[in-house]
């Protein structure tokens, strides 16, 4: 599938390939209408063709930016739901200190499943854009520890409301991860893209030129400007997938934090060390 090719192909390269192909149907319709309408027609009529384009021009520059932003605030959003998701698996780790040992041990070693299961295994499948599961069985038995527990004391009691409030929070964020897994653009809005596009571009083609190679170049230069922004939609569509994508770093950097917490054993925090995923001595 094409969409597979662009998010496993560097964005240079598959961004480079479109611009080109984009530019070479632009101008390749331009030879085919130079053809077919004499250059002294279009001539005479220049200046209401200027008009037109200027209109047409502005209106589609103003749907690409406003769909180039509404991808990048997708984007970020999805950024925030991963620092968001983080920060919860980092609370619950560290108000595990008021607990027993054994029952703290419990809840860190399971929290520390979940976000190394989060890292190592459920997200190379969000970057194939499928939605992942096996974080939900560490989570689960996190879940199971915090509403059996039996507080000895006001503290613990206190403590244990936090831990399941914190809990909560933890499963909306990780729901919102899940969404934003499949979040893109509709079809509808790529057809619009397109159709505006190949609309924008044609309508260069009424200017008369003296020299069809100036016009080449002013219709190339105008498919170019539109593919440079199609091709930055493009990378930000899907958040999770491609070499523009949303990263696990808020997650290793939390399982890092941990090292810093006294209660915090090595043996706790999970099967794989952040600085073993991130290729580190």
């Not at 309408?37 to 520059?61: C, M, Q």
């Not at 190394?116 to 969000?126: L, N």
Request: glycine share 8%.
């Amino acid at each position: 599938m094409i969409i597979n090719f662009i998010y496993n192909t560097p964005t240079w390269l598959w961004g480079t390939i479109l611009v080109v192909l984009l530019d070479t149907i632009a101008c390749l319709g331009l030879f085919a209408f130079h053809r077919v309408v004499h250059v002294d027609v279009r001539r005479a009529h220049n200046e209401l063709t200027g008009y037109a384009v200027a209109v047409i021009s502005v209106t589609y520059a103003v749907l690409l930016a406003f769909i180039a932003i509404a991808t990048w605030e997708s984007f970020s959003s999805s950024e925030e739901i991963v620092d968001r998701e983080a920060d919860y698996v980092g609370s619950i780790y560290r108000d595990t200190q008021g607990l027993p040992p054994e029952m703290a041990g419990e809840i860190r070693k399971d929290i520390g499943t979940y976000a190394d299961t989060v890292v190592g295994t459920e997200w190379p499948i969000q970057q194939k854009g499928r939605i992942p599961s096996q974080g939900w069985e560490p989570l689960h038995r996190v879940h199971s520890a915090i509403v059996m527990m039996q507080p000895d004391s006001l503290g613990q009691t206190v403590i244990q409301a936090e831990l399941l409030r914190t809990l909560n929070l933890l499963y909306g964020a990780r729901g919102s991860r899940l969404s934003a897994v499949q979040g893109h653009i509709p079809d509808v809005i790529w057809w619009v893209i397109f159709l505006g596009g190949l609309i924008t571009t044609g309508y260069t083609y009424l200017f008369g030129f003296d020299d069809i190679r100036m016009h080449l170049i002013t219709t190339a230069a105008v498919s170019t400007s539109m593919a440079l922004v199609v091709v930055l939609i493009i990378a930000l569509d899907w958040p999770f997938r491609g070499a523009v994508s949303v990263t696990p770093d808020a997650l290793i950097k939390t399982e890092r934090s941990w090292k810093e917490i006294p209660l915090a054993s090595s043996t706790e925090s999970g099967t794989l060390g952040p600085q073993e995923r991130l290729g580190e001595p």
